[in-house]
């Protein structure tokens, strides 16, 4: 991923949690059941952390474009966003809670995406 890729998506990404917090803050209060709210608030939650995270390593690509692991680690850390978040977001607007089994998947790949940064930064 590049630099430029990377700010890009986190931009956006961050658009989004933006109004997907707003949404479930308002247009879903009352809507969702109590333990679909937390849910959402999880998604939202994770969303906004990981959508910085990818803003970071955007601006670390920046600096040092030829870092090896970085892009690694925003491609693993924009996967992982949309499958744990994403299932998420759709388990609490549908109700299907067999969603939830793809949310580990997505916690695995923000772990491994985090782990992906620690190595390219600690390997000068």
């Given amino acids: 991923m590049t630099a430029r890729l990377a700010l890009t998506l986190s931009s956006l990404l961050l658009f989004v949690a933006v109004g997907t917090g707003a949404f479930g803050a308002h247009a879903l209060k009352g809507r969702l059941d109590a333990d679909l709210q937390t849910v959402w608030q999880t998604a939202v939650q994770y969303h906004f952390w990981h959508a910085l995270g990818l803003l970071a390593v955007g601006v670390l690509l920046r600096l040092e474009?030829?870092?090896?692991?970085?892009?690694?680690?925003?491609?693993?850390?924009?996967?992982?966003?949309?499958?744990?978040?994403?299932?998420?977001?759709?388990?609490?607007?549908?109700?299907?809670?067999?969603?939830?089994?793809?949310?580990?998947?997505?916690?695995?790949?923000?772990?491994?995406?985090?782990?992906?940064?620690?190595?390219?930064?600690?390997?000068?």
Avoid: E, K, N, Q
């Fill in 65 to 124: 474009p030829g870092r090896r692991g970085l892009a690694a680690a925003a491609w693993l850390l924009l996967l992982g966003l949309v499958l744990f978040s994403g299932s998420l977001y759709l388990m609490a607007l549908s109700g299907w809670r067999l969603l939830g089994a793809v949310t580990p998947v997505g916690g695995v790949a923000l772990l491994a995406g985090w782990a992906a940064l620690a190595w390219a930064v600690a390997r000068r």
